[in-house]
């Protein structure tokens, strides 16, 4: 529709009231609503028992006690006193490729939310400009006589705006701000996974180290019996099986020793990937479990926090966020579409008249549009958008169960895992001191030699087993602040700090469209 130039301020007045009526409107579809915190007093099916049973002078033994209610530092793993781990980490959240992407798809994110609001609630507003030389008989326009041949110059600013009449835009933006919490909390949870996994990946290291030097060890003590039965072999007091038998258990400590050697390197490799640099370049610190500190006091969230404190939890409701509002945008797409147009400018045959008083021209249009047929179209992506959401519910549920899990598998496992500790530690030490025994009577030739053989076995398999049970307890520890979020909420700064990104200007423009 046009109006006047005489009536344009009032008219425009009359169409900026409108507008904004219309965008205080209620937005059609589903508010949101977050989900309802889940009713539950504990963790796990019985009680647990708050102080840990302890292994006095065995690395991974120190007391250890729940904290109920206490909060999660935000870099936990300083809690083990080693400047070598921290020092590990912290290059890591500088180089980590993964982390970096995250960071990266969360700017991405917050940009399309600023899209979205841009394109959604503003105006589109153009300029356009042309200039034609044309050829047309003046007969046309009913005139006897005048040039057939002319110039034709046009400016003018163009204005179009589509109405939120019934909120499918504020749905749509409402969309875009769940996806960028998505992200966001997508790279919370990287930055969880790779500081845990260091902390795994260096307890780790240490534990293969540890039990290669064990086995270092029991390998030197049964070559020397091996070549102490090769000399009673000479003089006639043991028999040949016993001295391929030693020499036996000799070649399969070596292919355990070959076996934590190869699985050291894997685990060394592994964190340089973490750290974010080649294997090669790595220079990665040799761990010791002796140097780590196991933290004595574990936190325990209240379980109606778990589910604000897990990103991968909070992403999930995100995602329950989105999906809801694309349900609003699907039902807005069946209602009428209003839309607004306006331009203003100048036209003339002379580029001198451009610009003067009688060359100003303007328009202003009012549109409506109301789907009718289209196949079923509109109504089916209206159901999948429901049924997005309905999916969307139990993939919350499904996460809000697996934290639940996985926070009362760690309680056990430090429960189970001290106690492991103990008898471990215990058995490798009564292992040791039967070993010893019975290899000084065997040199006194009171004890058989297939005894020394079996507490040899013995000790082998309690020592190793000791150092598993060690490296368990502080991953076990590790497993449970994961387990409880992280404290990433807690943290200041964030997730991922680069030191320099190349070409981090290159794709920039100055203007803004």
């Known amino acids: 529709m046009f109006f006047s130039k005489t009536h344009l301020p009032s008219r425009l007045h009359f169409f900026l009231l409108i507008s904004a009526g219309l965008l205080s409107a209620c937005a059609v579809g589903p508010d949101f609503k977050q989900p309802d915190l889940p009713k539950a007093s504990s963790y796990t099916e019985s009680s647990l028992t708050q102080k840990l049973t302890t292994a006095p002078g065995v690395p991974g033994g120190t007391a250890q006690e729940f904290v109920a209610g206490a909060d999660i530092e935000a870099q936990w793993w300083e809690l083990y006193k080693s400047p070598e781990l921290d020092v590990l980490i912290k290059k890591a959240l500088q180089q980590n490729p993964s982390l970096g992407a995250a960071d990266a798809a969360l700017r991405s994110a917050q940009e399309n939310v600023n899209a979205q609001i841009g394109g959604q609630y503003f105006p589109a507003i153009g300029l356009n400009g042309s200039a034609a030389r044309q050829l ?45 919490e998505i992200t966001q909390f997508q790279l919370e949870g990287a930055y969880l996974s790779l500081t845990a996994n ?96 196991l933290p004595e006091k574990l936190p325990l969230s209240v379980p109606s926090s778990l589910v604000r404190q897990r990103p991968d939890v909070r992403a999930a409701e995100a995602q329950l966020k989105s999906t809801n509002a694309l349900v609003g945008v699907a039902t807005a797409n069946l209602l009428p579409q209003l839309n607004i147009t306006g331009a203003i400018g100048s036209a003339a045959l002379t580029s001198s008249a451009l610009f003067g008083p009688n060359a100003s021209l303007w328009a202003i249009a009012g549109g ?146």
């Open 198 to 293: 260091i902390v795994t990946g260096a307890v780790r290291e240490a534990a293969l180290r540890a039990q290669m030097q064990a086995t270092e060890e029991i390998l030197k003590a049964q070559t020397n019996l091996a070549e102490l039965t090769e000399r009673q072999l000479d003089i006639g007091t043991v028999s040949k099986v016993d001295v391929t038998s030693q020499r036996t258990l000799v070649s399969s400590s070596q292919v355990d020793l070959v076996n934590y050697e190869r699985n050291l390197a894997f685990a060394r490799n592994q964190l340089a990937v973490l750290v974010g640099e080649l294997p090669s370049n790595a220079n990665i610190t040799k761990f010791d479990l002796s140097t780590l500190r």
């Open 368 to 513: 409506i549009f109301q789907p009718f047929f289209q196949g079923g179209q509109l109504l089916a992506q209206r159901r999948g958008a429901i049924a997005n959401y309905e999916q969307a519910v139990y993939q919350y549920q499904a996460t809000v169960l697996k934290a639940f899990q996985e926070v009362a598998d760690a309680l056990r496992a430090l429960e189970t895992g001290s106690q492991a500790l103990k008898s471990a530690s215990d058995a490798e030490r009564y292992a040791y001191e039967t070993l010893d025994l019975v290899q000084q009577q065997y040199k006194l030739g009171t004890a058989s030699y297939l005894a020394v053989l079996y507490y040899q076995n013995q000790y082998q398999l309690a020592k190793v087993k000791s150092v598993s049970a060690q490296a368990t307890r502080f991953a076990d520890t590790a497993a449970l602040f994961a387990a409880l979020g992280g404290g990433w909420w807690n943290r200041t700064g964030p997730a991922f700090q680069p030191k320099d990104i190349a070409n981090k200007d290159h794709n920039e423009t100055s203007g803004k469209n």
């Open 136 to 180: 047309q008989p003046a007969g046309i326009f009913g005139l006897p006589y005048g040039s057939d041949i002319y110039n034709v110059y046009n400016t003018s600013v163009n204005v179009s705006y589509k109405l939120d009449v019934f909120g499918g835009a504020r749905r749509a933006v409402e969309s875009a701000r769940a996806q960028a």
